[in-house]
Structure formats: C-alpha cells, structure tokens
C-alpha cells in the first residue's frame, strides 16, 4: 500500500514528521488528532453528540475530512469498507450511550472478519461514570467481546499512549476493531503531548515467527500427493500473498478453491479456479474437497459454511493448514501439518522446495464435474423472466470486472459470488463472518473515500437495503457516485429459501414491502431506473457505469428463486441440493 | 449443549496477567463466550508488581483444553499461559470449615483436625472453625469427614500451583517487549 513519503516500520506506516519537536500543550480533544493524524488518517466517519463535541471542535484544525453518517452503524460500516479497500485501519467517531451502543453490530462484523477499525466514543465525564448519568453507557464492558480489545481513558496522561496501542492493536497481528471511550473531562483537560515512542504490550505477540519444520513436512506432503488442493481464504489477501498463491498452485498444477471472504485470492478466470466452495459454493469444488487427498488450507479458518459436517469434512485428505492466528489452528479441523506464520511468508518458504507437477488425472476429474455443473446452472437453461444471476453475470460484463463491488447478505450476496467473476485481492467487500444485513451501502460509501478513482457498486437485496437506506443521505450530501443495484424480490430471500427447502413453504416473516425505490432515490437526488425486463438489464447497467456521479437501479426480479447448489445444514459438502433443470419445448428449463 | 464428556478430565492452568482494572472481566467473560468448564478460579499477586496470577482448573478434551489456552492468549493482557496438568507440581489450597459441635464431639473432630496437620481458628459453644491447607484430594477426604458432624457453613479458596524444581527465567512479566517505532 503506498502512502506517499511514508516509511514502513514492523507492519506500521508512519507520515514523517520533523524529529525536533517541541513539545506542546494539548487538550484531550486535540491529542486525538495529534495522534490520528500522525497514524496516517486523513478520513473520519460519525456522528458528533455531547460527550464527543470537543473532539469535534478540535477537528477542523487538522488536515482530515469527516463523513457525517446518517445513524452510527452506517458510520462504523463505512469505516470497516475503508479499511478492507486499503488494508489500513478505518476510524470512526460517535458519542456516548446510545451512539456507542449502536457501534455494536459494525464492530462484530469487523471482528468476525478481522477488519481494523479504530472506533472512538465520547463517555461521560469521570465523575459521572457509573452513576446512570445521561447517555451513560459501559461501553467498554458491552464491546468487550466483540472487540480485539478495548480501553476506557480516565487520565489525559493515558490518552496518547492508549490511542497510539489501539492503533497498533488493530492493525497488526491478526487485525481488529479497537474500540477506545474517552471520558469527556478527559477530552476537556490539558497536559503536555508527547508522541510515545514506543508502545508497551507486554501481553501481545502479534507475530509467531514461522515454523521452518512444519515448512519441510508441508512440502513432503504435496509432493506426494495424487489429488491436492488448496483453500484460499482472507488471510491470503491481508498478507498479500496472491502472486504467491498462485506460483504454488501453477508449479504443481494444485486447484484453487476460495472462501466467500478469499475471493480474488487467484483470479476466477484462471484455469485453475474452482471458484466458491462452501454452503452455496460450486459443486465441482466440493467435491474435489470429498476427493482430494492433501488439502491445503491457506489463510482460512473452516468456517461452518466452509465445512458443512465436520465429521465428514475431506475424509480422505491429510490436513496442512498454513493460518497466522494460533487459536484457528486445530479449532475446527485438526491439522496434520500446521505451519503457523504469515501465508505470505510461509508460501515464499514452501515454493522452493515444491517439485512440479502435473495431475493430468485429477484436472480430468474436476473438468468432468465442472461439465456435469454447466447442465445444472440456470444461467445455462432458457429463462425469459428476470433473475439475478442474471444482473450479476452482466454487471460483470458491463465493469470487465473492474470495479469494486459490495454486497449485502442473502441470496443475492450468494449469486454475486457465483456469477461474477473476482480476479483480484480487495475486490469483494462482503460481511461473511457475521453477516450483516445492511452492511453494503455504508461499507460502499467508505470504499469510495478508500479508492476514489475507482467504480464503487453495491448490490444489495431489498430487505438489507431497507435496513440501512438512510445513508442514502450521505450519498446525496457529499455526492458519493456509489452506483446501487436493488435485487427487489419482495422477501427475505434467503430465509424465504429456507422455508421453502425446510419449513413446507411456510413463508412466516418474509414477504417485505418496499418503497417507490425511483421515487426515492429522487428524494435522495440521485438518478435511478427501474428495470423489469431482461431486456433492458445491460443498457441500465451501462448508462449507470458511465453516469457521472450516484445512481441507483430497482432490479424488479422473480421472486421465488433459490440459490443453487445448496449444502443443507448439518450435511456433508459433497451432499448437494441441486437445481431441477428439466427438458422444455425450446431447451433445458429450471422447474421452478 | 450436551457434550460427550468421557474423554474429559481436568487440567489445572496458571495464567499471569497485568494487574490492570477490567482484565479478570476480560478473562472471565472469555471463558463464558466460549463455554468453557471452569470449575476452580484463584486470582492474586505474583511476584512481579503488576502482574497477577491465575489459577484454574478446566474440564475438557486436550483439543477444548488447547483452545482454551490459545484463546487466552490472544487477551492483549495476558501475558502468559501455561498448563501445569501434566508437570511435576505443588498444588495448594485453603479451606474453613464451621463444624457444629457438642461436649461429646468436640474432640473426636479436635482429632480429625489433628490427624490432618490442620488447625483449629475459632471456637464457640455449638462450633469449631477448621483452617485446613492442602491439596485437593487431601481438603476432600478431610471435608468428607467432617460433614458427618455436620458442616454448617464453609469457604474454599481453589487450587494455586507452581511447579516444582528449578526456578527459570519465567518471562512472566518481566520481559516487557519494548517495540520502537
């Protein structure tokens, strides 16, 4: 990540500044700026509010830019698409109670996903905590679990050091949300700023080293394997580890399937991907995890939807899982080799000693499976009616797959997985950890702020956009040229799914109704469209690309549609609900 | 949840910590998150000003166990965790015991307590107060008998360990890593 004249110390990046410096006499409230601005931020996102507002009133002295957000999730969703657009951490301000409170949701999602965020709240003045005072809440005691860590500042003399460790802690090691309250007298007094030097953690070891041992036996597996395979995750594009990755898997000719979050890992095009595997992943990369026989996990933690039935999770395979974070090891699935270090750093020891390799016999296999898939697959058969893998493959299309894109949570985030095709790290911001309805639009906006000569798109369902569409406000305000795909089914897609498979179609819950979304867009000030034929999908789709500024789409699609394969819960990934593609009058139909 | 408890059994482990307000918060709610059987839990000072030392006891299989301490770990201010099960170790632990008594047994539990190099602390008409130290297994049996006569009340401070032999350089606390930036 280049930051211009910046220098790269143990992971951090520093701005210089002179090295004679005065020391100088600062409020709490310019102390936090003092030190943000030294950490590299120049991008803020929140709401102000009593406890925070000398924080505020100190701001407009500094060299940053604050988004004000329309409610604190948005504010701290944004922060969380900044930071996974530049690998560095996002910072996001609210004030105390319930403004903190409402931090909660986009904290966990940043932690489930290991995004840095640095979150900082106003708290009541000292002599007020624990009393019930107004908009007083235990910040620090709600947040403590779904934060990496977190601190309560009662000392101005703490408050440099306290901001300058949060910031290391987010950033580094395994990444994650800080969260840092600072009580409002605190923010209010003065003493003497000194930068800290040097940062105190006794208790933190973010770097394990790497295990050369675990290197060699590694090696001796795969080059003994018959059918190998490789699971690329997240921790493969936080080490930057793509070009890596993919030298292994050409050497040796070693498929590539990704986790939701390891998308672009290797590019989708490549012939060696196999695209998503998982819960909704493609049938040809579950099956070669059934079938293959030394399974390299890299940089992921088989999660759930990865996995399906531990028990019967890769059952002919040796396990080798090269993962940074030494709690992931042996959590889930035990491994048979474990290489604990930096996937970057560990790829880099583990190419030299890979012998080449062809598996002719194996690639047959999965291009066969791949075959048997193409049959199966909707965007294959005739459908006249609009359907979102539809809008998903022409979306890439119309970008060349050059954009940024953020998805929401449900079906439509499971067919934007499928259908467009990721080729680069940093691409697909999606909440895969926790699953965040909501997540897209704000998470869109910070991207924006992240990359801004970049496309940004967001395609969110209608149920998640309902969730969180008064950040349409900022779009309108700041002129954000976000463009927004609504896949308007008029349900709770997934759940509906679900319901249908599981629960006798008992739609309980799921039917939504949704506003004019072109009349409200225009409220908002921003163009938009509504398309209901498949017709019209690629010119909307293209004057939308081009449009300079925001633009919103109102994709009217079918609605009872499911997401295919599907790994029911609780099942093996090899057993698959598959769609019923059936022989109609003029070709190969889905039997809805 | 039901689990399958047969391959459980107990490891005793010793955690250092930063003596810090909020840090057995953090810990504790570690272990309620993630479900861990904590059966015993004894925090106090090390030897090292600002840094604490837990004790507990944990049931589980070595892959739950193994968690248990890896996720430990990852607390930013925990600065060391180790699993004392299996090495050579002193294990103590502290119990009163209030024990109802009358003329005729008050010396035969005067006995018990004498028998077990425990002591009484408190004596009143109806009761002793008992002061036994020991190890697990030892405070047990001697309880056991006690409760015969009966046990009216009753406070045990849980196991602390510290393992036997020479004393290393531990790096509890003391190799503070200073990171210059």
Redesign the interface.
């Given at each position: 990540m280049e930051r211009p004249g910046g220098r790269e110390?143990?992971g951090?990046f520093?701005t210089p500044f002179p090295t004679q410096e005065k020391t100088m006499k600062r409020t709490g409230a310019q102390i936090v700026w003092e030190v943000l601005t030294r950490e590299g931020i120049d991008t803020v996102f929140g709401i102000p509010g009593g406890a925070i507002l000398p924080v505020y009133d100190a701001m407009p002295a500094y060299p940053v830019r604050h988004i004000l957000a329309r409610h604190e999730q948005g504010a701290g969703h944004m922060a969380d698409g900044y930071a996974r657009v530049t690998g560095d951490v996002g910072v996001v301000l609210a004030t105390s109670g319930p403004a903190a409170t409402n931090l909660v949701t986009p904290l966990a999602t940043a932690m489930m996903d290991s995004v840095p965020v640095v979150a900082i709240t106003g708290q009541v003045p000292t002599s007020l905590l624990g009393n019930d005072a107004f908009q007083e809440t235990d910040v620090?005691?709600v947040t403590?679990?779904v934060t990496?860590?977190n601190y309560?500042v009662t000392d101005i003399n703490d408050l440099a050091q306290i901001l300058r460790e949060a910031f290391?802690?987010a950033r580094t090691g395994r990444p994650g949300p800080v969260l840092v309250d600072i009580c409002k007298d605190v923010l209010n007094d003065e003493t003497e700023f000194i930068f800290p030097?040097?940062?105190?953690?006794?208790?933190?070891?973010p770097y394990m080293g790497l295990d050369e041992a675990a290197i060699e036996a590694a090696a001796e597996l795969i080059n003994n394997a018959h059918r190998p395979l490789i699971i690329a995750g997240h921790g493969v594009q936080m080490a930057g580890a793509e070009n890596e990755l993919r030298q292994l898997a050409e050497k040796a000719h070693i498929p590539v399937t990704m986790t939701l979050l390891g998308l672009g890992d290797i590019p989708e095009t490549h012939p060696l991907s196999l695209g998503m595997c998982g819960m909704h992943g493609e049938a040809r990369a579950n099956k070669a995890i059934q079938a293959c026989d030394v399974l390299i996990g890299i940089g992921m933690r088989f999660d759930d939807r990865v996995t399906g039935k531990l028990e019967a999770f890769a059952p002919n395979a040796k396990v080798i899982h090269i993962e940074f974070?030494?709690?992931e090891i042996?959590?889930n699935v035990?491994a048979d080799v474990a290489v604990l270090g930096d996937a970057k750093e560990a790829l880099q020891a583990l190419l030299p000693k890979i012998k080449p390799a062809e598996h002719r016999n194996w690639m047959a296999q999965i291009d066969e499976w791949n075959r048997e898939s193409q049959e199966l697959d909707i965007l294959n058969a005739e459908v006249e009616e609009l359907i979102p893998p539809y809008v998903m493959r022409q979306l890439w299309h119309v970008t060349q797959g050059n954009t940024i894109v953020v998805t929401d949570v449900g079906q439509h985030q499971m067919w934007e997985a499928q259908y467009f095709l990721h080729d680069r790290p940093r691409q697909l911001l999606t909440s895969g950890g926790l699953g965040t309805m909501g997540y897209a639009l704000p998470a869109a906006i910070g991207a924006h702020y992240a990359a801004p000569d970049q496309p940004v798109w967001a395609v969110i369902g209608d149920g998640s956009m309902q969730m969180t569409l008064q950040e349409l406000g900022v779009v309108m305000q700041e002129r954000v040229p976000v463009k927004i795909a609504i896949i308007n089914n008029g349900f709770l897609g997934m759940v509906r799914q679900w319901q249908e498979l599981f629960y006798n179609k008992n739609y309980a819950g799921t039917p939504i109704a949704n506003p004019d979304y072109v009349l409200l867009a225009q409220a908002y000030g921003i163009p938009a469209r509504r398309v209901t034929d498949k017709a019209d999908v690629v010119a909307v789709l293209e004057e939308a690309h081009h449009h300079d500024g925001p633009f919103l789409i109102d994709f009217q699609v079918k609605e009872e549609v499911n997401v295919y394969p599907m790994v029911a819960p609780g099942e093996a990934i090899d057993n698959l609900l598959r769609r019923r593609i059936v022989q109609g009058p003029s070709g190969l139909q889905p039997a809805w | 949840m039901t689990q399958d408890t047969s391959t459980f059994h107990k490891h005793t482990i010793v955690a250092w910590?930063?003596d810090k307000p909020?840090v057995l918060?953090?810990v504790l709610?570690l272990f309620r998150?993630r479900n861990f059987n904590i059966e015993n839990l004894s925090v106090g000072q090390s030897e090292t000003p600002g840094v604490s030392r837990l004790t507990f006891t944990v049931a589980g299989d070595d892959?739950m166990v193994?968690?248990a301490i890896?996720?430990l770990?990852?607390?930013?201010?925990?600065?060391?965790v180790e699993d004392v099960t299996h090495k050579p170790t002193v294990q103590r632990e502290m119990a009163l015991i209030r024990v109802k008594v009358d003329a005729k047994t008050r010396p035969e539990v005067m006995q018990l307590v004498d028998i077990y190099r425990a002591n009484i602390i408190d004596v009143s008409m109806d009761s002793l107060v008992v002061q036994a130290v020991g190890n697990e297994e030892r405070l047990n049996s001697l309880i056991d008998l006690l409760s015969n006569f009966p046990i009216t009340e009753m406070v045990r401070t849980g196991p602390v360990a510290m393992t036997r032999g020479r004393s290393s350089a531990n790096g509890n606390?003391k190799?503070?890593?200073?990171?210059?930036?």
């Open positions: 110390v143990e951090l520093l620090t005691g403590m679990g990496k860590h309560l290391y802690i030097e040097e940062v105190q953690l006794p208790g933190y070891q974070d030494p709690a042996n959590k035990p | 910590l930063e909020g918060s953090r709610s998150r892959r193994e968690q890896k996720q770990n990852k607390i930013i201010n925990v600065l060391r606390g190799h503070i890593r200073r990171m210059a930036l």
